[in-house]
């Protein structure tokens, strides 16, 4: 039925695979083959969809791609939570643009868990990131320091332990994964039946929710619970910093990533560029589409 759906709503897109680090990576790509490359990371419960915009727009001037990341909808699923911590997943995309793709330089552009692993593949391979779009996404040394220390990134952050949790999939999954549809559609989204179908179909691949929430298990940095005193955790990580131009956007309504990720930014980001939507969510890519496009089109056109 996605295939379907995909045929009628969007005859440019090509639905292909990669065998890149020993797994199967599902990816969506639009454009000409001699396009400039454009690689653009979902995070959770996302998959290669939520940029369905942004391929049709960068796809008239790159090769526009999306894919599944590891443990999501058509891409492989490892059992082992270990598979999932964030080195795997660099690895998993340098291995698709080099091998791939072939290409010695792309442009990257991650929205929550695919910010989260952008930052760490543009600090370990800066030769191939010719620019980074980020977009609410926190840079790991800063939301370190949150999380230690910020009661508001600590509270924003709670729903990150239920994630964690053996009780996430049945919640989550209940009464036709609606508790996940609420999670991601807002008011402000021009969101259809048929991308309603999209996203059911996605999370009821087998194993597909675990995968995505294996991200979460994997990682080990999680907020304290409410009232629990944490160690001083600030400082403790090796100091992530991007040596390539990178534009940040940060839709300012976001309840679960404070704007207070953007202090400090300059500090591991030399050549930083913030653009700020006060009324865009945590997705705002999929609310304030033209915006976005607009602020990713202005910062490529930058020499």
Same mark, same amino acid.
């Not at 030769?127 to 779009?133: A, C, H, Q, R």
């Not at 370190?144 to 009661?151: C, G, H, V, W």
């Not at 979460?216 to 131009?245: F, H, T």
């Given at each position: ?39 653009? =990371? ?5 998959? &290669?969809?939520? &940029? ?10 790159f090769l526009a791609v999306a ?7 058509? +891409? ?14 660099? /690895? ?20 929550? &868990? ?29 939301? /370190?320091?949150?999380? +230690?220390? $910020? ?20 919640? =989550? +999954? ?34 597909a929710l675990t995968g995505g929430? $294996? ?67 945590? &997705? ?9 496009? +607009? ?9």
């Open positions: 039925m996605s295939e379907d759906i995909m045929k009628r709503n969007y005859p440019k897109f090509k639905s292909e695979f990669a065998e890149v680090n020993k797994i199967k990576i599902h990816y969506v790509k639009a454009g000409s083959e001699n396009g400039t490359l454009i690689i653009f =990371l979902h995070g959770f419960p996302q998959f &290669w969809y939520m &940029w369905r915009d942004q391929l049709l727009e960068f796809s008239n001037d894919p599944d990341m590891r443990g999501y909808n058509l +891409s492989s699923k490892p059992e082992d939570i270990k598979q999932y911590q964030i080195h795997h997943i660099v /690895e998993d995309i340098r291995a698709l643009v080099e091998e791939h793709f072939n290409r010695k330089k792309f442009i990257l552009v991650g929205h929550d &868990w695919g910010g989260v692993v952008a930052y760490p593949f543009a600090n370990r391979h800066p030769n191939l990131v010719e620019k980074l779009i980020i977009i609410n996404a926190p840079h790991p040394n800063i939301f /370190e320091r949150l999380i +230690s220390k $910020n009661k508001d990134q600590q509270s924003s952050s709670q729903y990150m332990l239920f994630f964690r949790s053996r009780n996430a999939e049945g919640y =989550l +999954s209940a009464n036709n994964y609606k508790n996940l549809l609420n999670i991601i559609v807002t008011p402000e989204m021009n969101f259809t039946d048929d991308d309603k179908q999209m996203y059911i179909n996605a999370w009821s691949q087998p194993k929430l $294996n991200y979460y298990r994997a990682g080990g940095l999680n907020p304290p619970i409410e009232g629990e005193k944490i160690n001083d955790l600030a400082d403790k990580l090796i100091p992530i910093i991007i040596n390539v131009p990178t534009l940040v956007i940060w839709g300012e309504k976001d309840t679960a990533l404070t704007t207070h990720n953007l202090v400090g930014l300059d500090e591991f980001i030399p050549e930083l560029t913030i653009k700020r939507i006060p009324k865009g969510t945590h &997705w705002v890519i999929n609310e304030k589409t033209a915006k976005i496009n +607009s602020f990713i089109r202005e910062f490529l056109q930058k020499k």
